[in-house]
């Protein structure tokens, strides 16, 4: 791929229990971004955190960046059902605004 | 605020045959992008204006797409002629002028080449 690999690529977990997502990239980069996906629809904005951040949260979401093994992940915890989309990581180059994407984790949580 | 809106949503055209996608971005947004992704492979980077000028098209396949944002307001993606590759999703993304923000997309335009 371009630029990112996320791991695993489908999961599969109860509702209820924690889903945790990895990404890995290549080059140097600005910022990381994780979306999700509903099927048929657009990429909805989760999480930016930037390359000097470590550690990110949002609601039942926590990013961790670790510049050095130039990966990611991304936890979801207490996962429900509506929760059943794909996530995708994506980074941004220094000196460029567009978005390398990964292809994706399926997540499905099941009631 | 309104999204960022496509269209159409879908679209079915016979190979060799004219298209043309439309991205509406949310207002006051300079940056607008375009992505494409294909069956099973990874989302990529067509290119980037920012108002009216096209700053990155480094990701346009061939000669074939030609993009443009008139005005520095809404964009469209016109595909002559389309080929049975160009299949797959287009998707349109805008952000503020500042660095650092989170791109929003829209829900894409599936293209079928038939």
């Known amino acids: 791929s371009q630029q990112g690999e996320e791991d695993p690529q489908a999961l599969s977990i109860q509702e209820g229990e924690n889903a945790t997502m990895n990404c890995s990239y290549k080059?140097?980069?600005?910022?990381l971004q994780w979306y999700r996906q509903n099927s048929g629809r657009g990429l909805v904005h989760l999480i930016l955190?930037?390359?000097?951040?470590r550690e990110k949260h949002s609601g039942r979401l926590r990013v961790t960046l670790d510049t050095s093994k130039k990966s990611s992940s991304l936890l979801i915890t207490a996962s429900r059902a509506a929760d059943t989309a794909s996530y995708f990581c994506?980074?941004?180059?220094?000196?460029?605004?567009?978005?390398?994407f990964g292809t994706g984790t399926r997540l499905t949580v099941i009631p | 605020e309104a999204g960022v809106t496509q269209f159409p949503s879908h679209s079915v055209i016979e190979k060799g045959q004219t298209v043309t996608l439309r991205c509406d971005p949310i207002?006051?947004?300079?940056?607008l992008y375009w992505y494409r992704r294909v069956m099973g492979k990874e989302i990529k980077f067509l290119l980037h204006?920012?108002?009216?000028?096209?700053?990155?098209e480094s990701g346009m396949p061939n000669n074939r797409f030609l993009a443009e944002r008139t005005g520095g307001t809404y964009s469209t993606l016109k595909v002559q002629p389309a080929e049975l590759e160009d299949s797959g999703v287009y998707f349109c993304?805008?952000?503020?002028?500042?660095?650092?923000?989170?791109?929003?997309f829209g829900d894409g335009t599936r293209l079928s080449i038939l």
């Open positions: 993304a805008s952000s503020p002028g500042n660095s650092n923000q989170p791109q929003h």
């Open positions: 080059t140097s980069i600005n910022n």
């Open positions: 955190i930037r390359s000097n951040e």
């Open positions: 994506a980074t941004d180059r220094a000196g460029a605004n567009n978005l390398f």
């Open positions: 207002s006051g947004h300079d940056n």
């Open positions: 204006f920012v108002k009216e000028s096209k700053q990155d």
